[in-house]
């Protein structure tokens, strides 16, 4: 799993490699991808990983099951990072409160109060208004998509992987059809044999289809 890499969009990978797999004629059942999650998952799961296992619950577990507790243990260390923030800007605004109000009742005259904001306090005012910000959904459909089969084929390179798979490998390589979704993934030993396995699909994927690939997109 990818430092950055949220919950959704890495379960989501591994099952499009479990659904490869499934295709190829082996069988993935619950247990084995749920045991298979917990032990790549980052070290900030650590704590509800162990709860996982602890519980005895791995064996009927569903992916469903496990992904739904996951997404809510991301959601309490999102919060907790959160609310630092903005109790650092809460006493900020504290503290320059009581200035003001001991400048108004210096001398025996009233000023009219007036807040200054600290200019050193402007990087995290700007932080919290972004963080606050609604933001659109993506699109349902790209304005982009293919408009016939090998057009545009989209391909990851992705690892190094632990556990490594059956056949010992650590890596694999997705390509995916814009056009059809069409799925294939090749396991590598070492990220070396990338061009000779895109070598050999786009012979294949050529002759299958009749079509030449025209162009390849990657991150």
Same mark, same amino acid.
């Given at each position: ?13 591994? !099952? ?7 295709? $190829? ?7 084995? #991808?749920?045991?298979?999650? !917990?032990?790549?998952?980052?070290? &900030?799961?650590? +704590?509800? #990983? #162990? ?18 507790? /996951?997404?809510? +243990? ?14 650092? !800007? ?13 400048? &108004? $009742? ?12 600290? *200019? ?19 699109? $349902? ?8 089969? !090998?057009? /545009? ?20 390589? /997705? ?5 059809? *979704? ?6 590598? &030993? ?30």
């Amino acid at each position: 799993m990818k430092n950055s890499e949220t919950i959704f969009d890495y379960i989501s990978r591994v !099952l499009l490699v479990v659904n490869q797999l499934e295709r $190829n004629g082996e069988e993935m059942e619950d247990s084995r #991808v749920v045991e298979k999650i !917990l032990r790549s998952l980052d070290p &900030k799961f650590d +704590h509800i #990983v #162990v709860a996982i296992e602890e519980s005895n619950d791995t064996e009927t577990m569903t992916v469903d099951e496990l992904s739904g507790k /996951l997404q809510i +243990h991301e959601d309490k260390i999102k919060r907790r990072n959160k609310e630092p923030i903005e109790q650092a !800007l809460q006493a900020k605004m504290n503290i320059i409160e009581r200035k003001d109000d001991t400048n &108004k $009742n210096q001398g025996g005259r009233e000023y009219g109060k007036k807040i200054v904001i600290d *200019r050193s306090a402007r990087p995290t005012l700007e932080a919290c208004l972004v963080g606050k910000q609604h933001q659109h959904g993506f699109p $349902n459909e790209s304005i982009s998509r293919a408009k016939a089969s !090998l057009e /545009l084929i989209h391909t990851d390179v992705c690892g190094p992987i632990d556990p490594t798979s059956l056949g010992k490998n650590i890596y694999f390589l /997705l390509f995916i059809d814009d056009y059809s *979704r069409k799925t294939w993934v090749s396991f590598l &030993k070492q990220k070396s044999e990338v061009f000779s396995t895109f070598k050999r699909f786009k012979a294949l994927v050529e002759k299958q289809s009749g079509y030449q690939i025209k162009a390849m997109r990657s991150d």
